[in-house]
C-alpha cells in the first residue's frame, strides 16, 4: 500500500549464512532490482562495510606510524589534512552524484550510458584535482606556515603536504571510480580496492618511514610516499576492473572523449553533494572552535568520543549506502516502490543497530573511554557525550537512509539545504550560547548537538516519507 512492497522473503534459508556471505565478498551479478530486497540489501551492504572498516584501518595505522616521529609530524599530518578536507568534500559529493547516475542508468539497463557517466566522471575528477595538485606542488610551504606550522612544519614537513596534495589525483579517483561499482552494483570490487590500496599502504608505511635494508628511512615523506602508491595502485586496480569488465558495466578507451552534456549533468547533481560535505565539515570546525574555548580537556574527550562513534556506525553506514544504490537502481528501473522498501528496510536494520550500541554507549561509556586515555577529565567529559548520544543514536540510523534516498534518487540539494539549517543556523548557534552566555561548558555543545541531530534525523524522514524525491529525474 502506499505505492511500497509487502516484507520481502528473506535470505534462502537452504543456502548458509557464510555462503551468502562468501557469495557477497566475491561479488555477483545478480539484477538488485528483481532479487529478493533483503538479499539485495545484504549482497550490497556486506563488502560496503568491510570496505568502510578498511579505510578507518588505514587512518589509524598511518597516524600511528607517524606519531612515532614527533608531535610536528603529526601536527604536518593535521595541518595538512585541513586542506584534503575541501578535496575530501569535493570528492565525496562528485561521488554521490556519480553513483545516483550509474545507478539509475543500470536500472533503465542502459549500459552504453552508465559507460560514458564513468568516463565523464573520471574525466571531471582529474579536472579538479589540477587546482590542488598545483597549490600542493609549489606554494606547501606557504600552505603550512598559513595555518600555523611550527618552524619544523615549514622546513621539513613541506615534502609530506607536496606528496600530498600533489598527487591527490589518486585520492579523488579512488572516491569516483569506486562511486562507479558501488552505482552499477559492483560493491565487492570497490571493497577489493581499497583493500588492495591500504594493504600495500600499511605495509609500506614502516618501511618508508623507518627505514627497511637498502630501503632508506624517509621520515614523514615516507609516509606520503606510501600513501601515494598504495592509492595509486589502488587506481590501476580500478581501471583494470573498469575496462576488464563485467556484466554490470564496462568502458573503453574509444569512450574517452569530452561529453559536454553528460558532464554537465553529473556536475549539477554533485553539487549539492560537495555543498552536503563542506556544510558538514565546517560546521564540525565550529564545534571544535567552540570547544576549544572550554578547554583542551574537553576537545581531547569530543575527538576521542567521536571517533568511537564513527568506529561503531561503520555498519550503518555501508548499510546505507546499500540503499542509496538500492535507490537509484529501482529508480531506473521504474520501481519507486521497490525503491522506497529498500530505504524502510534498511531504517528498521540500522534503528535495531544502533539500539544495541546505544545500549553499549550507556552503560560502559567510562570504559570505551579508558581504552584510548588514562586522563580522567578527559573520560569523563568524553563519557558524558556518549552517554547522551546513547539517548536517541538510532534516530541517526534513519537520518542515515533517509539521505541516502535523496542521493540515491539524484536530489542531493535537499538534504544540503536541510544540513544548513539544521547544522549552521541552530547547532552552531545554539552550541555557542548553551556552552558559552549559559556556561554550560562542554555540556552545552552536547546537549545542542544532541537537539540538532535528533531533530534533522527526524525531520529528514519525515520529508523522505512525503516521496518527492520518487519523482527526481538524472
Given at each position: 500500500m502506499n505505492g511500497v512492497e509487502h516484507s520481502p522473503p528473506a535470505l534462502d534459508p537452504k543456502v548458509s549464512v557464510w555462503q551468502h556471505i562468501k557469495n557477497a565478498l566475491a561479488g555477483t551479478e545478480a539484477d538488485y532490482t528483481s532479487i529478493p530486497l533483503k538479499k539485495a540489501i545484504f549482497l550490497l551492504a556486506v563488502p560496503m562495510i568491510l570496505e568502510l572498516i578498511m579505510e578507518s584501518t588505514f587512518a589509524v595505522v598511518d597516524i600511528y606510524f607517524v606519531s612515532k616521529l614527533g608531535a610536528s609530524a603529526v601536527a604536518t599530518v593535521g595541518l595538512t589534512e585541513t586542506y584534503l578536507f575541501l578535496l575530501y568534500s569535493i570528492a565525496m559529493g562528485l561521488a554521490m552524484a556519480v553513483t545516483a547516475i550509474i545507478a539509475r542508468r543500470i536500472g533503465e539497463k542502459n549500459r552504453e550510458s552508465a559507460s560514458t557517466s564513468a568516463i565523464?566522471?573520471?574525466?571531471?575528477?582529474?579536472?579538479?584535482?589540477?587546482?590542488?595538485?598545483?597549490?600542493?606542488?609549489f606554494f606547501a610551504k606557504d600552505l603550512l606556515a598559513l595555518m600555523g606550522g611550527d618552524q619544523w612544519v615549514i622546513d621539513h614537513g613541506y615534502r609530506y603536504t607536496q606528496w600530498m596534495l600533489g598527487g591527490n589525483a589518486v585520492i579523488m579517483l579512488l572516491f569516483v571510480i569506486n562511486a562507479v561499482f558501488r552505482g552499477a552494483g559492483d560493491a565487492a570490487i570497490a571493497m577489493?580496492?581499497?583493500?588492495?590500496?591500504?594493504?600495500?599502504?600499511?605495509?609500506?608505511?614502516?618501511?618508508l618511514i623507518s627505514g627497511f635494508g637498502p630501503v632508506p628511512?624517509?621520515?614523514?615523506?615516507?609516509?606520503?610516499?606510501?600513501?601515494?602508491?598504495g592509492r595509486g595502485i589502488g587506481v590501476l586496480t580500478q581501471l583494470w576492473f573498469l575496462f576488464k569488465g563485467?556484466?554490470?558495466?564496462?568502458?573503453?578507451?574509444?569512450?574517452?572523449?569530452?561529453?559536454?552534456?553528460?558532464?554537465?549533468?553529473i556536475l549539477r547533481t554533485?553539487?549539492?553533494g560537495i555543498g552536503q560535505m563542506i556544510v558538514a565539515m565546517t560546521s564540525w570546525i565550529f564545534i571544535m572552535?567552540?570547544?576549544?574555548?572550554?578547554?583542551?580537556?574537553?576537545?581531547?574527550?569530543?575527538?576521542?568520543?567521536?571517533?568511537?562513534?564513527?568506529?561503531?556506525?561503520?555498519?550503518?553506514?555501508?548499510?546505507?549506502?546499500?540503499?542509496?544504490?538500492?535507490?537509484?537502481?529501482?529508480l531506473g528501473a521504474g520501481n519507486p516502490g521497490r525503491a522506497e522498501s529498500a530505504v524502510w528496510t534498511t531504517g528498521k536494520y540500522n534503528m535495531v543497530y544502533l539500539l544495541i550500541v546505544s545500549v553499549v554507549y550507556f552503560i560502559f561509556n567510562d570504559s570505551l573511554m579508558r581504552i584510548f586515555t588514562d586522563d580522567s577529565r578527559v573520560i569523563e567529559i568524553g563519557a558524558e557525550w556518549l552517554r547522551i548520544l546513547s539517548f536517541s543514536y538510532f534516530v541517526y540510523g534513519w537520518w542515515m537512509v533517509s539521505t541516502a534516498a535523496f542521493n540515491g534518487s539524484g536530489d542531493t540539494k535537499t538534504p544540503t539545504y536541510i544540513n544548513l539549517v539544521f547544522f549552521w543556523l541552530i547547532q552552531i548557534p545554539l552550541s555557542w550560547y548553551l556552552a558559552i552566555?549559559?556556561?554550560?561548558?562542554?555540556?552545552?555543545?552536547?546537549?545542542?548537538?544532541?537537539?540538532?541531530?535528533t531533530s534533522v534525523g527526524l525531520f529528514t524522514l519525515w520529508l523522505f516519507s512525503k516521496g518527492k524525491w520518487k519523482t527526481v529525474k538524472v
Open positions: 565523464q566522471s573520471i574525466i571531471l575528477a582529474i579536472m579538479a584535482s589540477v587546482p590542488f595538485s598545483l597549490a600542493g606542488i577489493r580496492v581499497l583493500w588492495i590500496s591500504n594493504g600495500i599502504n600499511i605495509i609500506l608505511c614502516p618501511v628511512a624517509l621520515g614523514i615523506e615516507g609516509a606520503a610516499i606510501a600513501t601515494n602508491i563485467n556484466k554490470r558495466i564496462r568502458v573503453k578507451l574509444s569512450e574517452f572523449y569530452w561529453d559536454a552534456k553528460s558532464m554537465l549533468g554533485s553539487l549539492g572552535r567552540i570547544l576549544a574555548e572550554v578547554g583542551s580537556e574537553a576537545v581531547a574527550g569530543a575527538t576521542i568520543a567521536l571517533r568511537v562513534m564513527m568506529f561503531t556506525m561503520m555498519p550503518a553506514w555501508g548499510l546505507s549506502n546499500a540503499a542509496t544504490t538500492l535507490v537509484g537502481q529501482n552566555s549559559l556556561g554550560w561548558q562542554e555540556s552545552g555543545v552536547f546537549w545542542a548537538v544532541f537537539f540538532s541531530e
